[in-house]
Each structure stands twice: as structure tokens, then as C-alpha cells.
């Protein structure tokens, strides 16, 4: 078993950063991938953000790439999603997520979820 906390969001205006982190806990959590997925109200929940605990590996959604950055602290078993020059649309709850399958972006492909952060910015 995994478990996942999110925290760090928040209300922002646009331009602006927040960080959230992801407090991961559970046997063998060390071999799964880490990701950060967002929902905005009345959308499916979709991919963000993804990272390899053993080699740090990372890939991005189209929409986020070049402004949020997905990185892993292991000493403190936390994943975290720097995001910068939020936008409007970027306003969603936000889950982390962990999967043991090798490249994953599709939520089906995740088995463990956190409770979600919102996240809203404002224009």
C-alpha cells in the first residue's frame, strides 16, 4: 500500500508560483513512478506532470512544459510540482499519484491517489 498527501495550493493571480508537495509513504514506494494529475470542474481528470523515483526521469504535458517542474526529494519521501506563470486555466484540483508501470500518463494506469489540493488563479 501507498499513501499519498498533496499540499501547497492555493489562490494565485496569474504570473504567479505555487509549489505543492506530495508526502509519499507505504512499503516499496520506492520502485513506482510518481505523477501529478489536475481537474478542472466538468473535465476529465488529465495528465500533468511524471517522475521516476530511481532515476528522476520526468515528462511533462504539453500544456505545462517549460513552466512547471516535477521533482523528488527521497530523503523526505516527498514529490513536488513547481509551477510558474500559471494561467487561468490552470485552476484545478490537483492529485499525486504513483503507478508501477514504466511511462504512464493515463489515469487507469495510476493505482494510488491522494485526496487533491486546489489550486485557482485568478486573471
Known amino acids: 500500500q501507498v499513501h499519498l498527501v498533496e499540499s501547497g495550493g492555493g489562490s494565485v493571480q496569474a504570473g504567479g508560483s505555487l509549489r505543492l508537495s506530495c508526502a509519499v509513504s507505504?512499503?516499496?514506494?520506492?520502485?513506482?513512478?510518481m505523477g501529478w494529475f489536475r481537474q478542472a470542474p466538468g473535465r476529465e481528470r488529465e495528465f500533468v506532470a511524471r517522475?521516476?523515483?530511481?532515476?528522476?526521469?520526468?515528462y511533462y504535458a504539453d500544456s505545462v512544459k517549460g513552466r512547471f517542474t516535477i521533482s523528488g526529494d527521497r530523503a523526505k519521501n516527498t514529490v513536488y510540482l513547481q509551477m510558474n506563470s500559471l494561467k487561468p486555466e490552470d485552476t484545478a484540483v490537483y492529485y499525486c499519484?504513483?503507478?508501477?508501470?514504466?511511462?504512464?500518463?493515463?489515469?487507469?494506469?495510476?493505482?494510488?491517489w491522494g485526496q487533491g489540493t486546489q489550486v485557482t488563479v485568478s486573471s
Open positions: 507505504g512499503r516499496t514506494f520506492s520502485n513506482y513512478r
Open positions: 517522475i521516476s523515483w530511481s532515476v528522476g526521469t520526468t
Open positions: 499519484a504513483a503507478t508501477d508501470i514504466a511511462g504512464a500518463t493515463t489515469r487507469n494506469a495510476y493505482r494510488y
